[in-house]
């Protein structure tokens, strides 16, 4: 007998609030019935990037209007739920706990399971919810928070290939926009510039190339623009409108000069897998910069593999992204009790070695 | 008589978890674990214990109430969270009861014990804020009022419940966390550099 599915979804990780439905007929294609995102921008605008205790407060008052308005949306009641799915990790804690908390109430109430779920796991099996692709997958997950080669194997089943040892491309972006007076979120409005831009003229270190593996580092970069444009302000007293295009246009041709190289290793051993699709998958808010995607595109290309990226709305911090990886884990049998803890670090591979975190609290992600 | 309603009141302002549950006037349980962390782990435990010792299930609830702060952020937003996930799923209200009214006692000021020799304290007359220790003890010395600020004092839950129980009827509002202290957040250090008109 075919079993019908249908989860609510939770996620509080970051700074959108977000919850969905999603129903999937075993063996057919998953439904995202309603996703709602109700996002923070304008509420950390002034502080140039994301504040955890700020988030925590308009996670706490948003997620049950959120997750009201997802049921709506989908026209139905919590009764049609077979589970709710709750990001419990890894993330800002403050968001997160409320997030588990609400599903908690939730689940308690209705007496419906309880299913925790890694954020970066929602990310890494969205291809499978937009596109049906089959394990194992190479997946690129590229956002404000994370960055990371993963091979997919199945929905607890990880590889990290490689990752940043430092920052996260997204963060570059938007310190970039910070530095040369840009609106935020960074990676638009970065990217925009960098259209009117000569990306040959500011050459920007392209760190790690000249190691063998598939770890990245972005935190250099951030000091060699802000090196660059305090030279150019020191020689004219100010930017012209060309050097801020020009430094972007730089900027972004070494942050998609790197992925591409280390996207290009990352395929060669993803295909020792041999696998009988051969599927790259894309996913975070970096995803959407053009350049880098079509990089991406051309690097598959060239090896031969297909190359998919689910649209924005899923590839961008969403629940029914959590709802879905919520319903592969429920099927697989998993359930999680009324103690379910919130994890600020919570890694999908732990079996290699740590490339953010270290020590007693262990690696973040 | 079984229609007196049933209510369960439950907080974790600072360290403990503490929960009561109430038909009418008389306290059916209550509970009160002082920790220091893990309460999101044993609030939704501790309450389902709380419910079963009464031979109680979630759908005999009339309404629920919630210490709202002010206290430790985290531990405000763990129990609004689960009330406002509870209240949803039973579809019943949760009331919001803040940390003054919890802890109204005659002749005494109330206070909540803050970080580094500070008290969240409403003056008489005044609306509540952080103040230093000293400050709200000297004006509950002028007023002649007791001042014994308590973290965890062993009738929050019941306090509570008892002020739900007579609110839920009109409750309007979901609960929301009574902080009193805005977020700790720095204005953006970087400076966006002049542009020249090309």
């Known amino acids: 007998m075919t079993k019908t599915l249908t989860i609510l979804g939770l996620e509080s990780s970051c700074d959108d609030t977000a919850a969905a439905v999603v129903r999937q007929t075993e063996g057919a294609r998953p439904e995202v019935l309603s996703s709602i995102v109700f996002g923070q921008t304008e509420l950390h605008s002034a502080f140039g990037g994301v504040v955890p205790e700020i988030a925590a407060r308009a996670h706490a008052e948003k997620l049950d209007i959120c997750v009201r308005d997802a049921l709506a949306e989908a026209d139905l009641t919590l009764k049609d739920m077979d589970a709710v799915a709750v990001t419990a990790g890894p993330g800002l804690i403050g968001g997160v706990m409320s997030g588990v908390m609400c599903a908690k109430g939730i689940a308690a109430a209705t007496g419906l399971p309880l299913v925790g779920v890694n954020h970066l796991a929602g990310h890494a099996l969205t291809p499978r919810l937009t596109d049906g692709i089959a394990y194992p997958y190479l997946m690129l997950l590229v956002s404000g928070g994370h960055c990371q080669y993963l091979l997919v194997r199945g929905p607890e089943d990880f590889t990290r290939l490689g990752g940043t040892i430092d920052d996260a491309p997204g963060e570059a972006f938007d310190k970039t926009a910070r530095l040369l007076g840009l609106p935020q979120p960074g990676g638009p409005a970065v990217q925009a510039e960098a259209e009117g831009g000569d990306p040959k003229r500011f050459r920007f270190p392209r760190p790690l190339l000249d190691r063998p593996d598939c770890n990245l580092s972005f935190s250099g970069l951030k000091t060699a623009l802000m090196r660059m444009r305090d030279q150019i302000a020191a020689e004219k007293g100010g930017l012209t409108r060309q050097d801020r295009a020009d430094l972007c246009a730089g900027f972004q041709a070494a942050v998609v000069d790197t992925l591409a190289e280390k996207t290009r290793r990352a395929i060669r051993l993803y295909m020792d897998e041999n696998p009988a699709q051969p599927t790259v998958a894309v996913a975070g808010g970096v995803a959407a910069n053009t350049a880098i995607r079509a990089a991406l595109e051309t690097v598959c290309a060239e090896a031969g593999a297909a190359f998919t990226a689910p649209p924005l709305r899923l590839c961008t911090d969403n629940a029914a992204m959590i709802a879905y990886a919520g319903m592969e884990r429920f099927r697989a049998g998993a359930r999680d009790g009324l103690d379910l803890t919130a994890r600020p670090r919570w890694p999908l591979d732990t079996a290699s070695p740590a490339l953010i975190g270290s020590g007693r609290k262990g690696a973040k992600a | ?198």
């Open chain 2, 1 to 198: 008589m079984t229609s007196e309603p049933l209510v369960l009141g439950f907080d974790t302002s600072a360290a403990h978890c503490a929960a009561a549950l109430l038909r009418g006037d008389e306290v059916l349980t209550t509970r009160l674990e002082e920790m220091t962390r893990g309460q999101a782990e044993r609030l939704m435990p501790l309450l389902q214990e709380v419910l079963s010792e009464a031979d109680a299930s979630w759908e005999d609830l009339d309404a629920l109430g919630v210490g709202i702060g002010p206290g430790n952020f985290t531990g405000i937003r763990i129990a609004v969270s689960a009330a406002r996930g509870l209240a949803l799923g039973l579809d019943i209200p949760a009331v919001g009861v803040n940390g003054f009214e919890a802890r109204k006692a005659d002749g005494s000021l109330p206070a909540v014990p803050a970080p580094r020799d500070q008290v969240y304290a409403a003056l008489p007359g005044e609306a509540p804020r952080l103040m230093p220790r000293q400050e709200a003890e000297d004006a509950a010395r002028g007023a002649g009022l007791a001042f014994a600020p308590e973290a965890s004092p062993p009738g929050i839950a019941e306090a509570i419940a008892r002020i739900a129980s007579v609110r839920f009827a009109t409750a309007t509002e979901p609960p929301a966390p009574l902080y009193l202290r805005a977020a700790d957040a720095a204005p953006s250090s970087d400076v966006a550099p002049t542009l020249l008109d090309d």
